[in-house]
């Protein structure tokens, strides 16, 4: 497990956005997000009041929001505020477990599968998901009758590190274990490739984290988790 003082871990976002997923920037030195057609984070270098104000200048007025998520405090200067807060986790993968599902089982999701992909992350709301966030990473999914039933991802990239994102199963097909089975494939994926597997779960979450962990994964440390707007 990384030691709880891993500057890479503390400020992910910007770690990913400073380092594989550069392609995907917008903002400078101080405070970047993603392209909000691909995914809503961001993060600043900082709490430094110059850093905070130039992540303000990213957002429009308006509707326009990110989401911040870090274990670092989120302090927000006065041209912006919070919709909402919590208080998340981030799990990183400590005890390897094995893929539960054979190959031919679960398969790789292509560009034409994303319409089906939207609707199921929609419908059942494993985090922020639009038709471009599979261009962060690759996703896999099971089938019944040429019908999407449950998939999962990679999302966050950065240096030795690659998140396990966007678990979800439709309701018609839950108690089947498809959520744990795409879980174990994906971060079998991401050893694969050489890095870490981690995921995030909101703390009061218990009956995810404890399948986390029954999966392999602990918690790292607590992280900080705010939806914000342009203040006014």
Not at 113 to 132: N, Q, Y
Not at 175 to 188: K, N, P, T, W
Request: aromatic share 6%; glycine share 8%; net charge neutral.
């Amino acid at each position: 497990m990384p030691d709880a003082s891993v500057p890479l871990l503390n400020r992910i976002v910007w770690s990913a956005l400073t380092t594989r997923q550069r392609k995907f920037v917008k903002g400078g030195p101080l405070a970047r997000r993603f392209d909000p057609a691909v995914s809503p984070f961001a993060s600043t270098k900082d709490n430094s009041g110059e850093a905070l104000e130039a992540l303000a200048q990213l957002i429009a007025p308006g509707e326009d929001h990110v989401y911040l998520l870090q274990a670092d405090e989120i302090e927000l200067p006065d041209t912006l505020a919070a919709e909402t807060t919590a208080t998340g986790v981030l799990m990183t993968e400590t005890r390897p477990i094995a893929d539960k599902m054979t190959p031919a089982e679960i398969v790789r999701l292509t560009s034409a599968d994303i319409p089906e992909m939207v609707a199921l992350a929609t419908l059942t709301k494993p985090g922020p998901f639009t038709s471009r966030t599979p261009e962060l990473g690759p996703f896999w999914g099971v089938k019944a009758d040429g019908r999407l039933t449950a998939m999962a991802g990679t999302r966050l990239n950065l240096t030795g590190y690659t998140e396990l994102s966007g678990i979800c199963c439709h309701p018609d097909f839950r108690g089947q274990g498809l959520a744990s089975v795409l879980s174990c494939h994906v971060a079998s994926h991401i050893r694969s490739q050489g890095d870490i597997p981690f995921l995030h779960a909101y703390a009061d979450n218990h009956g995810a984290i404890a399948l986390y962990r029954k999966l392999g994964f602990d918690i790292w440390r607590e992280v900080n988790v705010a939806v914000v707007k342009r203040a006014g």
